[in-house]
């Protein structure tokens, strides 16, 4: 049985098997595939949401699941009509349609868009019930879907108000989290990825490069790598680390999933990116320069520097940072980096960047976080470097505290360290 709380999620893509046509499939069970066929979509859907679909029929056995693969594609419920159609042909689907019911974990669109009407199509198939986990909040949607599948005689199931479906449509909006942010914010969704030693240890001074965590909690770091559009990181890292912020996954089956996301350095006054050109090739600018954009302060950085970096086709922002603390002003930010189309950054460290996205905690800074992804390493570090271990200041302001989802703190093991998924509500991310 697959779970969505407390699982790591990268296990779904290598081990997701479907059922066999006609073998029993409980409404547990098809809730739990719904979810996990989703992740199908992972990287390629954005600014659309991950959506998994699964049919039963009237005695409850498995006819077939699909998700949303890639913007611009069919959506879930459209694919699996369509893959349907063609394996079984139509007259046999309309058979085993009657009575049926599908699990569908955002509410089926109700507009012709790239693609046709999903609730339309859904209309004439002779179901008995749609139950979707969450209630689309586009308002070319919201409750018109639901609205067009009751008027033609189906059961539309809101599973948040229904208390069976409830724990399912929790995880529905987990699964749907950044979409659902966009669209009722009309900001960008951020995740903070965090490794730590038990003694809060993050960083060492200088740029000694040591693995905090094992392997498993890095390679599910190349999984959240491709659940976000853009990664993160702050100047100091870049110098510290050269990363390629790549995604190099081992479950990965199908390579077509893997992709590389665009790539921002936060580095107000461009010592990165002076390091970067200046004869320093670092492995971040040697590769796909152009999926990298690189923030500066705006009057901060010499022109001749914003040039070389252009020619080689590395994309420079200048954003307006705050006058106190010459950090960047969050909603700029998220203005320049949406006007790219980049609808969530994870931002990756190193512990500067984590400071400046909690916020301070005399409330002057807003944080601007929506998501934390802790992972946590049962060592103790600090000793072994009395010179210069950093930790985490977690110096943050009370509406952050306060803005922790109990309900949506996921913990999970790694071989021998922690994962922790907190979502923050999302006033936090302002
Ligand atoms: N444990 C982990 O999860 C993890 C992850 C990544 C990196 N690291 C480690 O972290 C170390 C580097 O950390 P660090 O604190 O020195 O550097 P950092 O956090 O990578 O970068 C800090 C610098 O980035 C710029 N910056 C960060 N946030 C900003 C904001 N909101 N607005 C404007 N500029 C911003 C500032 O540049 P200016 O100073 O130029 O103003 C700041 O000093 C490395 O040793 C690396 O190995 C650890």
Redesign the pocket.
Same mark, same amino acid.
Do not use: H, M
């Given at each position: 049985m697959i779970r969505w709380f407390n699982h790591t999620k990268d296990e779904l893509l290598r081990d997701l098997a479907l059922p066999a046509m006609g073998t029993l499939c409980e409404p547990e069970v098809a809730q739990n595939l719904a979810l996990a066929v989703a992740l199908r979509g992972l990287g390629a859907v954005s600014p659309n949401p991950l959506v998994g679909a699964v049919l039963v029929d009237n005695a409850n056995r498995f006819l077939g699941a699909a998700a949303h693969e890639r913007v611009g594609g069919l959506h879930a419920e459209a694919r699996l009509l369509a893959d349907l159609t063609q394996s079984m042909g139509a007259n046999a689907l309309q058979q085993s349609l009657k009575g049926g019911r599908l699990f569908v974990t955002l509410e089926p669109c109700a507009h012709e868009g790239r693609t046709p009407s999903c609730a339309r199509a859904l209309a004439g198939s002779g179901l008995k019930e749609v139950i979707y986990g969450v209630t689309d909040p586009n308002p070319l949607v919201h409750g018109k879907g639901a609205g067009i599948l009751r008027e033609a005689g189906i059961n539309a199931v809101d599973a948040s108000l229904h208390s069976d479906f409830k724990p399912w449509s929790a995880a529905c909006e987990d699964l749907a989290g950044m979409f659902l942010h966009n669209i009722s914010t009309g900001r960008m969704f951020t995740g903070l #990825? =965090? @490794?730590?030693s038990m003694d809060g240890v *993050? @960083?060492?001074e200088g $740029?000694? /490069?040591i693995w =905090?965590t094992g392997e498993r909690a890095r390679t599910y770091g190349h999984f959240l790598r491709m659940a976000y559009d853009a990664i993160g990181? !702050? @100047? !100091?890292? *870049?110098l510290? $680390?050269h990363p390629r912020l790549n995604v190099r996954h081992p479950f990965l089956k199908d390579p077509s999933m893997s992709r590389t996301p665009r790539r921002v350095v936060? $580095?107000? /006054?461009g010592?990165a990116l002076e390091f970067a050109l200046g004869g320093n090739l670092v492995p971040l600018v040697m590769e796909e320069t152009e999926t990298t954009v690189w923030l500066i302060a705006q009057h901060g950085v010499a022109l001749d520097l914003v040039r070389r970096a252009e020619a080689r086709r590395i994309k420079v922002i200048a954003v307006p *940072?705050e006058m106190e603390s #010459? /950090?960047?002003l969050w909603s700029e930010v998220d203005g320049a980096l949406q006007a790219l189309g980049i609808r969530s950054l994870l931002l990756? !460290? !190193?512990?500067?960047?984590?400071a400046? @996205?909690l916020g301070t905690g005399d409330g002057r800074t807003r944080p601007f976080v929506n998501k934390i992804h802790l992972f946590q390493s049962p060592q103790i570090l600090g000793d072994r470097s009395p010179a210069g271990a #950093?930790a985490l200041r977690w110096n943050t302001s009370t509406a952050m505290r306060q803005s922790i989802r109990q309900d949506r703190v996921q913990l999970f093991q790694l071989d021998g360290d922690w994962g922790f998924e907190i979502s923050l509500d999302s006033d936090a991310g302002g």
């Open positions: #990825k =965090i @490794a730590s *993050v @960083a060492f $740029d000694r /490069r =905090i990181v !702050g @100047a !100091g890292t *870049v510290a $680390d936060f $580095d107000p /006054r010592r *940072v #010459k /950090r960047f990756e !460290g !190193g512990p500067g960047l984590y400046s @996205a #950093k």
